[in-house]
């Protein structure tokens, strides 16, 4: 089963952007959608961000109008294009896909922190 990996978390000040990437390793050939997740300290994970096959995207209401979810070809890299950020926003980042046999399992995940 493939893995997926994420990347390009760091400090950012409020109003600033970042760039996530979830990359996949092995075969992405069966994946239905990748999405995005966040968890903030002592809260439950929330869903940020979906991208189909299709091309389809969905996003969580607290992101709409300001993160962009985007793919390469193959669904091989997965991008989280973070713009008007908010302290809120400061969260471990986690991407996942779907299957037709279930999920992958959960990275280490990308720290955002939001701050000045």
């Known amino acids: 089963q493939a893995q997926l990996m994420e990347s390009g978390g760091g400090l950012v000040q409020p109003g600033g952007s970042l760039k996530l990437s979830c990359a996949a390793s092995g075969s992405t050939s069966s994946f239905t959608v990748v999405s995005w997740y966040r968890q903030a300290p002592g809260e439950q994970r929330e869903f940020v961000a979906g991208?189909?096959?299709?091309?389809?995207?969905k996003y969580g209401d607290s992101v709409k109008g300001r993160f962009t979810i985007s793919r390469d070809r193959a669904m091989s890299t997965v991008y989280l294009q973070m713009n008007t950020l908010r302290p809120e926003d400061t969260a471990v980042y986690y991407c996942?896909?779907?299957?037709?046999?279930?999920?992958?399992?959960w990275g280490p995940g990308t720290q955002v922190t939001v701050s000045s």
């Open positions: 996942r896909a779907q299957t037709p046999w279930g999920p992958t399992g």
């Open positions: 991208i189909y096959s299709s091309g389809l995207t």
